[in-house]
């Protein structure tokens, strides 16, 4: 039997006493943190695999440092904290589990950092395919711009800035689109609304730099991991033109909401024959047994959940 439970507070409690004032300031200031991690079941092991946990809470720190933020824990008891969680709810399905890191004083009309309380909580909820299309996404080009590293630093999830993300995804799914691809402020290619973007030409996989505003992606890592190291693929990081999309052999988005997408068309044109491509589909398969603790070689991504 499976229940819905979050930490907060410093305690597991019902998903329904979770809950925090009005005044409180992320609320009004978009002063918070938070991670996406994905919890992938195992009905052959009846486990539950916990795709680089570690790594996401590491992320979840640094971006408290820019927030000012002390929640008092660390990476590894940030760890302890979801697997006991991941017990309690008892789920045995696919899960988003939502660590949110939040200045939890209650108080507005005020625009300083320092000195104010911060408080961690933990939720997590079955959850399947984020990007909903059976095969290669169609994209657009999004008008608004990705948000600038001097403005507020995207290599972290900072609450804040998504809605940038958002307006991107906003825009493209009313115009009948998947998904939104967002260009730099000076008009070089930089991630989709929550995903980092991968160009292949040649059998060259290409990423922008993570200067070019995008997110330290895990999932990128995950993906550029794979194709050097079981494809064989030489990986060129680099800055790339808009243009250079529609004429790419293949493209693909990562995260770990979306797992790993292909693209088949951006702005009304096909990327090649409008279909996935062989290293996407290569590099997606290696990644697919790789977070539910299937390749022997990646199994240390993983931490296994026994759930009762």
Same mark, same amino acid.
């Given at each position: 039997?499976?229940?819905?439970?979050?930490?907060?507070?410093?305690?597991?409690?019902?998903?329904?006493?979770?809950?925090?004032?009005?005044?409180?300031?992320?609320?009004?200031?978009?002063?918070?943190?938070?991670?996406?991690?994905?919890?992938?079941?195992?009905?052959?092991?009846?486990?539950?695999?916990?795709?680089?946990?570690?790594?996401?809470?590491?992320?979840?720190?640094?971006?408290?440092?820019?927030?000012?933020?002390?929640?008092?824990?660390?990476?590894?008891?940030?760890?302890?904290?979801?697997?006991?969680?991941?017990?309690?709810?008892?789920?045995?399905?696919?899960?988003?589990?939502?660590?949110?890191?939040?200045?939890?004083?209650?108080?507005?009309?005020?625009?300083?950092?320092?000195?104010?309380?911060?408080?961690?909580?933990?939720?997590?909820?079955?959850?399947?395919?984020?990007?909903?299309?059976?095969?290669?996404?169609?994209?657009?080009?999004?008008?608004?711009?990705?948000?600038?590293?001097?403005?507020?630093?995207?290599?972290?999830?900072?609450?804040?800035?998504?809605?940038?993300?958002?307006?991107?995804?906003?825009?493209?799914?009313?115009?009948?689109?998947?998904?939104?691809?967002?260009?730099?402020?000076?008009?070089?290619?930089?991630?989709?609304?929550?995903?980092?973007?991968?160009?292949?030409?040649?059998?060259?996989? $290409?990423?922008?730099?993570? %200067?070019? &505003?995008?997110?330290? @992606?895990? #999932?990128?890592?995950?993906?550029?991991? !794979?194709?050097?190291?079981?494809?064989?693929?030489?990986?060129?990081?680099?800055?790339?033109?808009?243009?250079?999309?529609?004429?790419?052999?293949?493209?693909?988005?990562?995260?770990?909401?979306?797992?790993?997408?292909? $693209?088949?068309?951006?702005? %009304?044109? &096909?990327?090649?024959? @409008?279909? #996935?491509?062989?290293?996407?589909?290569? !590099?997606?398969?290696?990644?697919?047994?790789?977070?539910?603790?299937?390749?022997?070689?990646?199994?240390?991504?993983?931490?296994?959940?026994?759930?009762?």
């Amino acid at each position: 039997m499976s229940q819905s439970l979050a930490y907060f507070r410093g305690q597991i409690v019902p998903i329904e006493q979770a809950n925090v004032n009005v005044m409180t300031h992320a609320l009004h200031y978009g002063t918070a943190v938070f991670e996406g991690i994905r919890g992938n079941w195992s009905d052959s092991e009846e486990k539950m695999f916990v795709y680089r946990m570690r790594e996401h809470y590491i992320r979840l720190l640094q971006g408290c440092r820019m927030l000012m933020m002390d929640i008092g824990k660390t990476a590894d008891e940030l760890c302890d904290i979801t697997e006991n969680l991941i017990k309690d709810c008892g789920y045995k399905q696919d899960l988003y589990i939502r660590p949110l890191a939040y200045k939890s004083e209650e108080l507005i009309a005020n625009l300083k950092l320092q000195d104010l309380s911060s408080d961690f909580t933990l939720i997590m909820v079955p959850f399947g395919a984020y990007l909903e299309s059976d095969g290669a996404l169609n994209c657009c080009t999004s008008s608004w711009r990705r948000v600038d590293d001097t403005i507020i630093p995207p290599r972290v999830k900072i609450s804040g800035h998504y809605v940038n993300s958002i307006l991107a995804k906003t825009e493209a799914t009313l115009a009948g689109f998947d998904e939104a691809v967002m260009l730099t402020p000076d008009g070089f290619v930089s991630e989709g609304s929550g995903e980092n973007l991968f160009m292949i030409n040649d059998g060259i996989l $290409v990423i922008p730099p993570v %200067s070019d &505003n995008n997110l330290t @992606g895990i #999932t990128r890592d995950s993906a550029i991991t !794979i194709a050097k190291e079981d494809l064989g693929m030489e990986v060129l990081e680099r800055r790339i033109r808009r243009s250079e999309l529609y004429f790419a052999d293949e493209v693909f988005l990562t995260g770990t909401a979306a797992h790993i997408q292909a $693209v088949g068309r951006l702005d %009304s044109r &096909n990327i090649a024959d @409008g279909e #996935t491509g062989e290293y996407t589909l290569a !590099i997606n398969e290696i990644y697919q047994k790789a977070i539910r603790g299937e390749n022997p070689k990646y199994r240390g991504w993983c931490t296994e959940v026994s759930v009762n």
